[in-house]
């Protein structure tokens, strides 16, 4: 007799509420868990990182981009590996990965002055670790963890991952200023024992973190669950009976379709809001990235470049809350082209406060409203349109490109950024670039309307 490895150490079907709530909460720390592999993580070190490994901000640019193009190319398969295995195989072997990544890279100047502390030897060596920490934390704990979660929800989709979006707005905008605060409350000289690992500095941060992941992995063998049908269960929690109903009330027209990937690939709508979501992924990287020396070249301070993310998640979470409910309601239901016009809306704004920012007293409001806008508007689009445009059979495969495209844009981002300082002093040409680009995006997103399979004839 054969058994169902969904409902082990537990049945998740005689959880006292409904299981999807949990897997929000596994969701949620998923994202989390993702933070040092995110820009927003790396973003605290990027100083530390110029300073003990020698090398100069563009030359570390380079080397995150390599780093993150080498692991968007990995992220289209590990889509297809969440489709075949089952999501908790694959992410507790992601995060046992990341944490021992997190070490290397908390030791990358030594291991870099084991071959000559040459420029050459620290970008070979911070790549590699860029490479791993990106496609653990960014691609596949990201991917997981929102792929698993709009499995289990369907009605209640837009809402739940909204409130996905708010836990990730408020922890991720909080991420730069923790790392840097334990960089300096636990100075180079201090020691700092966490199981049974001394840390000092930036050094200590990065090691902590990484005992942190590798704990985590037993967590995910524990709570993890790939889809309410593997434990006896329906999405939203509802019985067969209701599901039913709900089929015969939902009209041909407004029912989900279940794509193959092979159409999906093909069809604009889709090329349009994975181009924009792979373009916020650009944009917020390469000012996150960049974001101190970006204040600093206008002549502003550390503090206010770090402390601004507080006010944009503010931000983010009023936007994100707002537009999780609108895109569960009848009319931006399957518009949610409309929406997408907001999340273009705020990059342009965001940028545009890059380029006055030595020179207008509102352009850190408008970075603040514009990342926030942006921000929000992501986090629900980017779970949410894939699943209820094209279904949930390839999920893991769609969602797979998606991601990869939005890693390899994010790679590209900083360099962007980073050429422009290095021939330009500032920031300004590389931002009217990326301007120009989204205002194109915005006209052709007038035209992504909700898909709809072509009828093959019998």
Request: positive net charge; aromatic residues 16%.
């Amino acid at each position: 007799m054969s058994i169902n490895k969904a409902k082990v150490p537990f049945n998740p079907a005689k959880f006292p509420v409904f299981y999807g709530y949990m897997i929000f909460v596994c969701a949620s720390l998923g994202m989390l868990m993702s933070g040092p592999g995110q820009t927003i993580g790396v973003s605290a070190f990027t100083d530390d990182l110029v300073e003990h490994l020698g090398i100069s901000r563009f030359e570390l640019s380079l080397a995150y981009m390599m780093g993150t193009i080498a692991s968007s190319f990995l992220i289209g398969r590990a889509g297809k590996l969440l489709d075949k295995y089952s999501v908790r195989r694959v992410v507790s072997v992601t995060v046992i990965g990341l944490g021992l990544f997190l070490f290397y890279m908390a030791n990358c100047d030594r291991i870099a002055g084991v071959f000559g502390s040459s420029v050459a030897a620290s970008m070979v060596v911070v790549t590699i670790g860029f490479w791993m920490i990106r496609f653990c934390g960014q691609g596949i704990l990201g991917l997981s963890s929102r792929t698993m979660l709009m499995k289990w929800f369907d009605k209640k989709r837009g809402r739940i991952n909204a409130f996905l979006g708010i836990f990730i707005v408020v922890t991720f905008s909080y991420i730069p200023a923790i790392f840097d605060s334990l960089k300096s409350g636990f100075s180079w000289h201090g020691t700092w024992v966490f199981f049974g690992w001394i840390g000092f500095g930036w050094r200590g941060t990065w090691v902590l973190v990484g005992c942190v992941a590798i704990a985590f992995a037993a967590f995910v063998l524990i709570f993890y669950r790939d889809k309410p049908e593997d434990c006896g269960l329906l999405p939203d929690g509802i019985t067969e009976e209701e599901y039913n109903r709900a089929l015969n009330e939902t009209s041909a027209e407004e029912r989900e379709e279940e794509w193959e990937y092979s159409e999906v690939v093909r069809n604009y709508t889709f090329w349009i809001f994975n181009i924009s979501l792979a373009m916020y992924s650009l944009v917020i990287t390469a000012v996150t990235f960049h974001i101190a020396s970006i204040f600093e070249v206008a002549g502003r301070g550390h503090d206010e470049a770090f402390g601004m993310f507080k006010y944009a998640a503010i931000v983010g979470v009023v936007v994100n809350l707002s537009v999780g409910f609108l895109s569960d309601t009848k009319f931006f239901k399957h518009r949610l082209h409309l929406l997408l016009l907001g999340l273009i809306g705020g990059l342009i704004l965001l940028l545009f406060g890059v380029v006055v920012l030595a020179s207008s007293s509102y352009s850190v409001t408008m970075i603040i409203l514009g990342n926030g806008i942006a921000s929000g508007v992501f986090g629900v689009l980017s779970s949410l349109v894939w699943p209820r445009y094209f279904g949930r059979t390839h999920l893991g495969q769609i969602n797979g490109l998606g991601m990869a495209f939005m890693v390899f844009f994010s790679a590209i981002g900083p360099t962007i950024f980073g050429w422009s300082f290095e021939y330009f002093k500032g920031y300004s040409i590389s931002s009217y670039i990326l301007i120009a680009v989204m205002v194109a995006l915005g006209v052709g997103s007038f035209m992504a309307l909700f898909p709809h399979r072509k009828k093959t004839g019998a």
